[in-house]
């Protein structure tokens, strides 16, 4: 436990540490289409919420609940929460083609023995999905159960950081297979994720924390988690010291 969590807190900084200018691009472009995703959910979450609240007030008996501002708002409100919580998912099947290709440069960098075998957007993106909506199922599930037992007295004061752990091993999960779909099979990747759980849980929940800083945090969020999962795998597989490596861009 303790050498996963060190290994994947070391990655993720050599990540910061080592980045040149070549992978700015990459930076830029993942951050783009990240925040234009978020601002079109939060949007549409706003939308929705008048005809959300149209619909609650006609099926209630209180005259008050068809004049109310305060049931729109409370209904945006819960639509923003539920988008945030399949936000990740729809962010890393989106940018599924452009991070697994990210994560095959940066092995190549760190591997001068891997032969990219050459890159296909539309199997990333299919694997992506598989991975991301089989996690998010997953997730939503053992958070309803934690939502109830969080009604508990006694048991909310583990409910909330249980919420927390699953919520960032399921997000690491989905990144941590932007460098294992090169070199396992869906089956194989299930039981390779669980094994490096402790890891999974960290670079999830760095990703949360980063994505939790307003504008910047979708920027570099994607980016530097994917290029750490990368390592980490990386320096588990080739028993690697942690290095130092950037993006070339192709010429």
Not at 5 to 21: D, E, M, R, V
Not at 157 to 185: C, K, N, S, W
Not at 188 to 196: A, D, P
């Amino acid at each position: 436990m303790i050498g996963q969590i060190k290994n994947i807190i070391s990655s993720f900084f050599y990540s910061i540490a080592s980045l040149k200018s070549g992978a700015i691009k990459y930076i830029l472009i993942t951050g783009f289409i990240a925040l234009l995703i978020f601002g079109v959910m939060i949007w549409g979450a706003w939308m929705l919420a008048g005809y959300g609240a149209s619909i609650v007030a006609v099926l209630t008996p209180w005259q008050w609940a068809n004049e109310s501002t305060l049931l729109s708002f409370i209904i945006g409100l819960g639509l923003i929460i539920g988008f945030i919580l399949i936000l990740k998912y729809i962010l890393l099947i989106a940018l599924s083609p452009l991070l697994s290709y990210i994560s095959e440069k940066a092995e190549k960098s760190l591997n001068r023995e891997y032969d990219i075998r050459g890159f296909s957007a539309a199997t990333s993106a299919a694997r992506s999905v598989r991975i991301n909506m089989r996690n998010m199922v997953k997730e939503i599930f053992l958070t309803i159960l934690l939502l109830i037992a969080g009604l508990i007295p006694g048991l909310n004061l583990i409910a909330i950081p249980l919420l927390f752990i699953v919520q960032a091993y399921f997000t690491g999960f989905g990144i941590m297979d932007f460098y294992l779909e090169r070199h396992m099979t869906f089956r194989e990747t299930l039981g390779e994720v669980y094994r490096h759980k402790y890891a999974s849980i960290i670079l999830g929940g760095i990703f949360m924390l980063l994505f939790a800083i307003p504008v910047l945090g979708a920027i570099v969020a994607p980016y530097f988690t994917t290029v750490a999962g990368t390592q980490y795998f990386l320096k588990n597989r080739l028993n690697l010291q942690p290095t130092t490596y950037h993006l070339k861009p192709n010429p």
